[in-house]
Structure formats: C-alpha cells, structure tokens
C-alpha cells in the first residue's frame, strides 16, 4: 500500500488547514488510518484515527474539538480538518494505514506498517 499526504503550509493562529491522505495499491476495507504528528526534537505522536469499516473516530485529547477525521471510501483517501490551529500544532504531519491493529494500540505508531511521506504543518503566532 502507499499512501501519500497533503495538504501542509503556513498557516496563522487560529487559522484552518486540511490535510488529505490518499491510498492506492493493496488497499482494503479493513484498515485503520491514522494522523501522527512529529514536532522538531519530538516523538511522533497520535493525533487522530478512523477505521475504515464502521467509520468509528479517535483523537488524542489535544486535538479533540479541534480536528475532524474522515474518510471517503470510494477515493480511498482519508482527510483530517484542522480549525482553531495553535503553534504547537507545528510539525510533520504523517498518515499511516494497518489492516490488523486492535483499538486499544490505534495511537501507537510503531504499530502501524504502512506510512506516507509527511506533509509540513506550520501554524505562526
């Protein structure tokens, strides 16, 4: 499967983004894709999840109420809205997609074994 991310610039305070994931290759109604985020000097971490089938969502507590996860099936593309961004929101922003990840390690990213090639996010204060 490869996936490609899109969607990153500058952006200010408060401003809105959206990032787009798309998938091709061996793509399949049992994935679960996933947001991570990597800051300078940071960890990657989880930002946001849909499975694929069901449409169930996830999202780390830092973005809730913030971003949007969603999926369009028949573009095998997943997106991710981003309002009310914030400076610490500045990072890689990647997509990841695992057809056999259990709930409970959705926001573990060495868990995942596909990967996109990131796309930059750049909120100034």
């Known amino acids: 499967v490869q996936l490609q991310a899109s969607g990153g610039g500058l952006v200010q305070t408060g401003g809105s983004l959206r990032l787009a994931c798309e998938a091709s290759g061996r793509t399949s109604w049992r994935f679960t894709m996933g947001w991570f985020r990597q800051a300078p000097g940071a960890e990657r971490e989880f930002v946001a999840a849909?499975?694929?089938?069901?449409?169930?969502?996830y999202y780390a507590n830092s973005v809730k109420g913030r971003f949007t996860v969603s999926g369009d099936n028949a573009k095998n593309t997943m997106y991710l809205q981003m309002n009310t961004l914030k400076p610490e929101d500045t990072a890689v922003y990647y997509c990841a997609a695992s057809s056999t990840i259990i709930q409970s390690s959705i926001p573990i990213p060495s868990l995942y074994d596909n990967w996109g090639q990131g796309t930059l996010v750049t909120v100034s204060s």
């Open positions: 849909i499975k694929l089938n069901g449409g169930h969502t």
